[in-house]
């Protein structure tokens, strides 16, 4: 109660990037692990030593970047709707 649609909308688009930076961040955690065990299996099935899955830059790159916009773009639609509301309506709907 008392926030502009402004100060919501800021709120609601700030949550939801912080979401999405920690999703990302587990996310590259979660890429360097698989990609670990998968060479170790496959080296351990081929009986020597290959590297076949190394993610570079470019993917944590890209893996940050689509991140961004699927949050601001998931973001985008409920912050419209909530926006246009007043604070009241949403205590009178409870």
């Known amino acids: 109660m008392g926030s502009s649609s402004r100060e919501v909308y800021s709120l609601v688009l700030i949550e939801g990037f912080l ?15 698989v990609s670990f065990i998968m060479n170790l299996h496959l080296s351990n099935s081929l009986g020597f030593t290959i590297m076949i899955i190394i993610p570079k830059i470019k993917e944590i790159v890209i893996l ?4 961004l916009a699927v949050s601001f773009l ?9 926006s246009k509301k007043s604070p009241l309506d949403y205590v009178h709907s409870l």
């Open 19 to 33: 979401l999405t930076i920690m999703s990302i961040v587990l996310s590259i955690i979660l890429l360097y692990l």
């Open 64 to 67: 940050f970047a689509m991140g």
């Open 74 to 82: 998931s973001s985008f639609m409920p912050i419209i709707n909530i």
